[in-house]
């Protein structure tokens, strides 16, 4: 398995040691190499990297400069996040032994994974498919979960497709970066909600895309906004969520979902829709899927199991339209030849066995719990000038600070005390002038006892600004 996937943009300004230092800078402070991670020997990652060992050395060294990394003689470089003076702790990859209540997490709470009936799953698919189990897959996944898959697609998200259309990937996050691999050329413009998920844009901005921002209204895009944009950029695609919105929990009318598909006709440009949380709904509001609305096959649809089963089994899908069908196949050929063959027959048996509608009822009312503790305790303290959408669904709530505080002072502040929050900066990676006056919590991984005393902290440290 690869240590990082990059793709140097050759006609950048940047020299290829510092767009490497800057891909590793992101996935140091966005959690996925690990404190105390060590990482790849120079010789190891040039040669795994197709580059030169001096670029390696230097974007290292950049790592080390900047307090990403240390450095221990003859044995390495091992990621620093202790030290590091942007993020003294990440708050995406907190050390569990410190007790921090931690709002900054959408990754359930290990606890409530269905640790039992899965590895039930696992133990019946070796002993039914023994040595196969651990084969190669078709590079587009394993038969039977794509059939399994159009059922499920079309029970809970009024997706219909068919088996030669589903791509299974190892995680919405690959998902996105074949979307990156397979569509973008250095120069072209992509355009996205803003704010938005960081980590898409990063994987489109390492294909040497252009990024261009569209506002959001309280019901999704603004499409004024979005067709300016679109006749002055002729964008490649549109990424964007649907349903609960990371970060900012939007969710769109049919008005605008229709609207949208109209536009993405009349100017010819596909659209990316990442769905992660569309079965978590709490309220009885009817919402849709983009691409169940798709009769032209404009809309790639990304789907994740990991906020609705395990993040670490890495399991999701793309529908994709029929005309991209070859391109996405050969991309993820070269990407990991096929995702993991256990898993995927293990996920198969899961959801033809009904164990997913009995796990998803589960995590829906966990999830409602925290949500109404949450929605109840904030609502409390609105006094303090705090204002919030009321999502109906999905794993956090977007807040807005009074009087122009800062989002990073605040969760400096919090963090201080034991509770760890995302501030807005993350989430306008594509911006100039990024917005800090928004803070996201997120309820997925903490108690509900701990949303008081969280939501104390952070009304103890609000007064420091006040």
């Not at 050759?10 to 996925?32: D, R, T, V, W």
């Not at 899965?118 to 038969?143: E, L, M, T």
């Amino acid at each position: 398995m690869s240590f990082v996937s990059i793709q140097f943009g050759n006609n950048s300004a940047q020299p290829k040691y510092m767009q490497l230092f800057f891909h590793l800078k992101e996935k140091i402070i966005a959690g996925e190499l690990e404190n105390g991670l060590r990482l790849p020997s120079v010789r190891n990652l040039a040669k795994e990297l197709n580059i030169n060992s001096a670029t390696v050395v230097a974007a290292y060294k950049e790592l080390e400069v900047n307090r990403y990394v240390n450095v221990k003689k003859g044995s390495g470089y091992y990621v620093n996040m202790e030290s590091n003076k942007e993020s003294k702790i990440n708050p995406l990859q907190h050390d569990d032994s410190k007790n921090y209540i931690n709002f900054a997490s959408a990754t359930p709470n290990p606890r409530i994974f269905p640790t039992d009936t899965f590895k039930d799953c696992i133990n019946q698919v070796i002993d039914r498919d023994r040595g196969y189990a651990f084969g190669y897959q078709d590079i587009n996944g394993y038969k039977e979960l794509r059939a399994s898959l159009c059922i499920h697609l079309l029970r809970y998200n009024s997706i219909a497709t068919t088996a030669d259309r589903i791509q299974v990937v190892s995680g919405s996050q690959q998902g996105i970066d074949i979307v990156g691999k397979t569509l973008v050329s250095p120069g072209d413009y992509v355009l996205t909600e803003t704010p938005t998920y960081y980590g898409a844009v990063e994987a489109f901005k390492s294909r040497g895309a252009r990024i261009v921002g569209v506002k959001l209204e309280k019901d999704g895009i603004d499409l004024l906004d979005l067709e300016r944009k679109v006749r002055i950029c002729k964008p490649r695609f549109m990424y964007m969520m649907a349903q609960y919105q990371n970060p900012t929990t939007i969710s769109y009318s049919l008005e605008k979902l229709k609207g949208l598909l109209k536009l993405s006709e009349k100017y010819d440009f596909l659209i990316v829709e990442d769905d992660s949380m569309s079965e978590i709904a709490f309220d009885k509001k009817q919402r849709s899927t983009l691409k169940s609305l798709d009769c032209n096959d404009r809309v790639i649809y990304i789907k994740s199991f990991s906020k609705l089963l395990m993040p670490g089994l890495r399991i999701g899908c793309l529908v994709l339209p029929k005309n991209l069908l070859e391109a996405f196949t050969r991309t993820k050929q070269s990407t990991d030849i096929s995702s993991s063959g256990l898993i995927q027959r293990a996920l198969d048996l899961y959801l033809r066995s009904g164990k997913w509608d009995e796990h998803i009822n589960y995590m829906r009312e966990i999830y409602n719990g925290k949500y109404e503790v949450m929605l109840s305790q904030l609502n409390s303290i609105r006094k303090l000038g705090l204002t919030f959408m009321e999502p109906g669904g999905g794993l956090y709530f977007w807040v807005r600070l009074p009087h122009s505080i800062s989002s990073i002072k605040v969760s400096e502040e919090c963090q201080k005390k034991g509770l760890l929050l995302l501030p807005s900066p993350p989430f306008y990676p594509n911006e100039s002038k990024f917005k800090d006056s928004f803070l996201r919590l997120s309820f997925a991984s903490v108690e509900v006892k701990e949303i008081k005393e969280g939501l104390d902290i952070l009304i103890a440290v609000l007064g420091l600004f006040l």
